[in-house]
């Protein structure tokens, strides 16, 4: 989906790694939350709390999720699923937009 209508946003940009990553939280007209960010290029690491499925918009990554050992290559755009409780580790080579959905349990 491109385009998101009747959403409810807060204004306060979530920021991370010293403004390397910045997102906007925004909520669907059936409740269900939603990041929609940019993160630089730079080498990061993410910890979950919900389940998530990470859409990367645009941009050049690699991603090595839970369990695995290597990182490999993302074609954008292109999603993941991430289980709850765990962490992820991202490879930014260009600026790149990504949108997260959080799977509630």
Known sequence: MT??????IIKEANVYF????TSRTIFLP???????????PGEYTFDTESAEIMEMMSGE??????GETEFKKLNT????NV??????????KTVTDYCCSYIEA
């Not at 385009?3 to 409810?8: C, G, Q, T, V």
């Not at 059936?30 to 630089?40: A, D, I, P, S, Y």
């Not at 990554?61 to 839970?66: G, K, N, S, V």
């Not at 289980?83 to 930014?92: E, V």
């Open 30 to 40: 059936n409740g269900e939350k939603q990041t929609l960010g940019v993160m630089m």
């Open 3 to 8: 385009k998101l209508e009747n959403i409810s």
């Open 61 to 66: 990554l690699e991603i090595r999720l839970p």
């Open 77 to 80: 755009p292109e999603s993941f």
């Open 83 to 92: 289980p709850a409780d765990s962490s992820f580790d991202l490879k930014i």
């Open 18 to 21: 010293d403004g390397k990553v």
